[in-house]
């Protein structure tokens, strides 16, 4: 895998391999992920307790929301990278208040907090990659090969043929000085046949 090539991508970075962890966690050892997030893991579940199937379904969003940014540190999609900045502070805010109305246990504000400080941290390496010069039309290239193949004949070189336009005057000017004189002939027919014979 590439490393990333921006401030911004490697914030990017960071949060998708966390993502890409906390899922896995949530996978393989459930109990441990309702620890870590200040829940309660009773030793037995009634009827109709769903909780086990609500963490799996929310740790298989989280590896593959890991696996998406990663993708897009790879590709260096800059327009995915402000699309995070946005949502990240309304996740924050969402599940801030859910720690505020009582919905969710305190520790579950360290959720918030990491998603809030993301966003932050993403928003200012953005800024920075801004003031290096650091080139954002590598996204367009990477999800749009149409418009980057539309772009190509702007940078493409010129085409040779003016270069060689000169070529066919040098040759019928000495061949007219060698021509003889009352051949009738007009000198660009003169010209024309050595010419031809050359090639």
Excluded: H
């Excluded at 539309?150 to 007219?176: C, K, L, N, Y």
């Amino acid at each position: 895998m590439k490393l990333p090539r921006s401030v911004a991508g490697w914030t990017i970075a960071v949060f998708g391999v966390l993502a890409l962890v906390m899922g896995a966690v949530g996978l393989l050892w459930p109990e441990a992920q309702l620890r870590l997030l200040g829940f309660e893991v009773p030793a037995t579940r009634g009827a109709g307790d769903y909780t086990g199937t609500f963490l799996l379904a929310s740790s298989m969003a989280s590896f593959n929301m890991g696996v998406y940014y990663l993708l897009a540190t790879v590709t260096e999609w800059r327009a995915f990278y402000r699309f995070t900045v946005v949502f990240r502070l309304v996740t924050f805010t969402v599940f801030s208040i859910a720690v505020l109305a009582d919905i969710a246990p305190d520790r579950f504000f360290g959720v918030a907090a990491w998603e809030g400080l993301g966003a932050v941290a993403t928003a200012i390496g953005l800024r920075m990659d801004a003031r290096r010069g650091t080139p954002a039309a590598v996204d367009t290239a990477a999800v749009s090969p149409a418009s980057a193949a539309s772009s190509a004949p702007a940078s493409a070189p010129p085409a040779p043929a003016p270069a060689s336009a000169p070529a066919a005057p040098a040759a019928s000017t000495s061949a007219d000085v060698d021509a003889p004189e009352g051949t009738g002939e007009a000198p660009g027919a003169a010209g024309a046949a050595p010419a031809d014979a050359a090639r």
